[in-house]
């Protein structure tokens, strides 16, 4: 058992010590009984902690004897209703693979209420796999374990990368069977986010308000005074829109989910169902289902195994952002008023979208300025890595490396098939940097070309220890993904290529 694994092992070690009352609210809840229903979580059977984090538990207060107690593990397994909760299930609909999907909702995701964390901030917090709501439709309310194993440390990751996500506070496992292609024990794992508030809120109360009997667009307004209130305030004396605050708001939106699609774009992340009912309107990375991590680079990789249609493969990812964000300005026209002004509050997308990348894509070049020129430059890059396939995530940890010792270092150009054009490329890209401190430049690249990412053959490894019961894999993910741009020698073989056996993955919505 190694460092990382015996530092997790101690830290999962159950107390019996009596935790203390935590301070609830319930925001969410305010809104008031037509946006959720009161839902008790159902019994897991044998619950066993699988995974903590530390981190996230600090930064919301959780001493260690609260966190390490029975009664926690109880609460979070969904075996015990901690007093000050209210455990809800919230109502949405929403638009899947781009076509109508009607009336959702948390099918197996219960909210407790809000925490503060160390900021004072408020943080929802919830429970994924906690059991049947009045949303679950043909599902069984459960998650299993390999889901909830992934979900855990993509949200983590994520956060350690500087990528706006919810977060993952635990796993908890257990000997409860659920069914999926084949049969696989049920697990819960606790999500944590400002508020989990979707797109498809907004489109479920639109479209019900338009096609029922009850008051023209009430519910709608409510829901969107609240979270202008609660996320947005700015919106209530936007410049742009004086006097329309709902224009204003989906304006903000519309930038925050471009900042957010920059972002997965420059780290090779393919989200794998981006419908609308998944898209925050905090500009949130959301709902971790066939994620993946790019490794060979393939601007057309789709990597849910049930997207035929490859609808969200990973070049399309920022135009279907859009067309999400057009089904949300549609659901909030009846405020916004002028289809005009929800045309121009969309607009800043096309805009902010752009600049966001070519500032990632020139901070994991280390430019320390921005020239017209380097557009192609990095568009050429792009052409060359997809032309020969080379590994997204060593490639651009190996160019920051390269810049520090060009000379003799040919360990990016022997990614390369054509090894001429990268050759005709790095030159071009040595000139460009010539006036930097090729130290300082180094360094800065460092910072913004991770070491290690969750690829789907690492976690996928993790998962089958896990189910036979060996949880110390999990906890050296963890630990390495919470500082993934830190070196972390004599666990090179995690940022290594992945192996021929991780092409055959096959990773789909079920869960």
């Known amino acids: 058992m190694n460092a990382y694994q015996d530092a997790a092992g101690s830290a999962i070690q159950a107390t019996a010590a009596a935790p203390s009352p935590l301070p609830w609210s319930h925001g969410f809840a305010e809104l008031g009984p037509a946006f959720f229903s009161a839902v008790e979580p159902q019994p897991l059977s044998a619950p066993r902690w ?87 439709r043909s599902g069984d309310g459960r998650a299993v374990l390999r889901s909830s194993i992934r979900e855990f440390l993509c949200s983590e990751a994520m956060a350690a990368l500087g990528i706006p996500s919810s977060r993952a506070l635990c796993i908890i496992g257990s000997a409860t069977g659920v069914r999926r292609e084949t049969m696989e024990t049920a697990a819960v794992v606790t999500r944590v986010a400002p508020s989990f508030i979707r797109f498809g809120h907004f489109e479920h109360f639109s479209y019900q308000e338009q096609h029922g009997d009850g008051p023209a667009h009430a519910q709608l307004r409510w829901l969107a005074d609240q979270v202008i209130a609660r996320h947005y305030p700015q919106c209530l004396h936007s410049e742009v829109f004086p006097g329309n605050p709902y224009a204003a708001l989906l304006q903000a939106v519309s930038e925050r989910t471009a900042r957010l699609m920059a972002q997965w774009q420059a780290v090779g992340f393919c989200h794998g169902v981006m419908n609308t009912d998944n898209m925050s309107v905090l500009g949130l990375t959301l709902d971790y289902g066939p994620f993946q991590f790019l490794d060979a680079f393939d601007p057309a990789h789709i990597c849910n ?96 490396h390269w810049v520090a010792a060009m000379n ?104």
């Not at 609909?93 to 109508?100: A, P």
Request: proline share 5%.
């Open 408 to 511: 003799g270092n040919d360990s990016v150009r022997d990614l390369f098939i054509d090894r001429a054009s990268i050759d005709a490329w790095l030159q071009r890209y040595a000139l460009r940097i010539a006036a930097q401190d090729p130290t300082q430049t180094s360094g800065s690249m460092l910072g913004s070309n991770p070491k290690f990412v969750l690829r789907n053959h690492l976690v996928e490894t993790a998962i089958q220890k896990a189910k036979s019961g060996d949880h110390g894999e999990v906890a050296t993910l963890l630990a390495l993904l919470e500082s993934p741009f830190d070196e972390h020698p004599g666990y090179d073989d995690y940022a290594s290529f992945p192996p021929a056996w991780a092409s055959s993955l096959e990773i789909s919505c079920s869960s």
């Open 305 to 400: 195994h049930s997207d035929t249609q490859g609808r969200y493969a990973f070049q399309r990812q920022p135009n279907v952002a859009y067309w999400n964000l057009h089904c949300l300005a549609q659901a909030l026209l009846p405020l916004i008023g002028e289809h005009d002004q929800a045309i121009a509050a969309l607009a800043s997308y096309k805009t902010v979208f752009p600049e966001a990348l070519q500032q990632h894509m020139r901070a994991k070049l280390g430019l320390s300025d921005a020239l017209a020129e380097d557009l192609e430059m990095i568009d050429s890059l792009m052409k060359l890595l997809a032309q020969d396939g080379v590994d997204y995530t060593i490639f651009w940890r190996r160019l920051s």
């Open 50 to 136: 699988v995974a903590r984090s530390a981190r996230l538990a600090a930064a919301l207060g959780l001493s260690d004897d609260w966190f390490e107690s029975e009664q926690s593990l109880q609460a979070f397994s969904g075996n015990r209703v901690l007093p000050g909760t209210r455990p809800l299930a919230s109502v949405y609909s929403g638009h899947q693979f781009g076509v109508w999907a009607g009336q959702l909702g948390d099918g197996r995701a219960l909210l407790l209420g809000d925490l503060p964390d160390a900021q004072g901030e408020r943080q929802e917090i919830q429970l994924k796999g906690a059991g049947l709501t009045p949303y679950s």
